[in-house]
């Protein structure tokens, strides 16, 4: 979501309209049960509307209309020839309808043809976002966002720079705090030059300047993912108390095995400024984000 000048950075609030309105949608609870079985789904709010991500790619978009729940899904995860970029599902008698069959008549209930929506979206899945769903299922008890964009057109002026995006935000189970994580591959040309170094000094002013702003967010945002079901009660997040963030992002680089790591990760550090950094992660298939203080071949801590 990006920053608006008059409402600031907000999450979903739990009088929401939406999500008394989802409370009382039986499809909306076949989600949250299959967010909790199955590891590739992940549901995440926005300020006002919600996202359901499948291999971080967009399965849902979930907003209120008027007074009315509309859910759209991108096309090319139903059919490859329409125009309109995305398609109005319409929430009806506990199922989730493409509104013109002859759009998808192959797929016109949603949940009841999710396999092959999610295999649609695995074709588009890169390898990056293969990655990313990986991390997101490892953490799932402390992730408490993913793709959260910003603009530096709508930041506060004295952070520069054009758009970003911070892959995860981590409610750090050791240091009981809001951690931004950037994820990269140990092969990207940025890590190899001064690109790597601006974008984690926007995310630390990003983080500093509007610190009041992200803990009220995420905080409300767990508070309703708790009403509406996507956190269970028995998770760590469900008792969670936001009160801090750390500005200092950390920088997990993706080496898939530790030949790579240890043939690439002496010139990656050479060029990494560690300033802004909480922590510098190398890693094979998957890692836990939340900040060790001990000591690791893979990890450095600048706490």
């Known amino acids: 979501m990006e920053i608006n000048r008059r409402n600031g950075f907000t999450r979903l609030k739990d009088n929401h309209p939406l999500v008394d309105s989802l409370l009382s949608e039986s499809w909306w609870h076949e989600i949250v049960k299959l ?15 919600i996202n359901v991500y499948s291999k971080m790619g967009s399965l849902l978009r979930i907003s209120l209309q008027g007074n009315k729940v509309c859910c759209g899904v991108h096309y090319k995860y139903l059919v490859a020839n329409v125009k309109s970029p995305y398609e109005k599902i319409v929430p009806s008698n506990g199922q989730l309808l493409v509104e013109k069959d002859n759009l998808c008549p192959n797929i016109r209930d949603i949940l009841k ?16 976002k293969a990655i990313q769903s990986r991390l997101v299922e490892k953490n799932k008890e402390t992730i408490v966002d993913i793709e959260v964009a910003f603009s530096g057109k709508s930041v506060p002026d004295d952070v520069e720079g054009d758009n970003a995006r911070i892959d995860f935000v981590n409610f750090d189970k050791n240091i009981r705090k809001l951690v931004f994580v950037e994820l990269k591959q140990a092969f990207d040309a940025r890590l190899y030059n001064q690109d790597i170094n601006d974008q984690i000094k926007k995310y630390y002013d990003f983080a500093l300047k509007n610190e009041g702003q992200i803990i009220k967010a995420y905080q409300d945002s767990i508070n309703t993912k708790k009403k509406l079901g ?19 992002p950390i920088l997990a680089i993706a080496g898939y095995n530790q030949n790579v790591i240890d043939g690439l990760s002496v010139k990656i550090r050479k060029n990494i400024c560690t300033k ?9 298939t998957d890692v836990d984000l939340n900040i060790q203080m001990r000591k690791h071949q893979n990890k450095e801590i600048f706490l």
């Open 35 to 49: 967010s909790h079985t199955d590891p590739d789904i992940s549901i995440q709010l926005r300020s006002d509307s």
């Open 113 to 128: 043809n999710i396999k092959t929506i999610k295999q649609n979206i695995a074709v588009y899945t890169g390898e990056e």
């Open 230 to 248: 996507i956190i269970k009660t028995t998770s760590f997040l469900a008792d969670a108390k936001i009160e801090a963030i750390e500005p200092r």
């Open 276 to 284: 802004y950094l909480a922590g510098l992660y190398f890693f094979g």
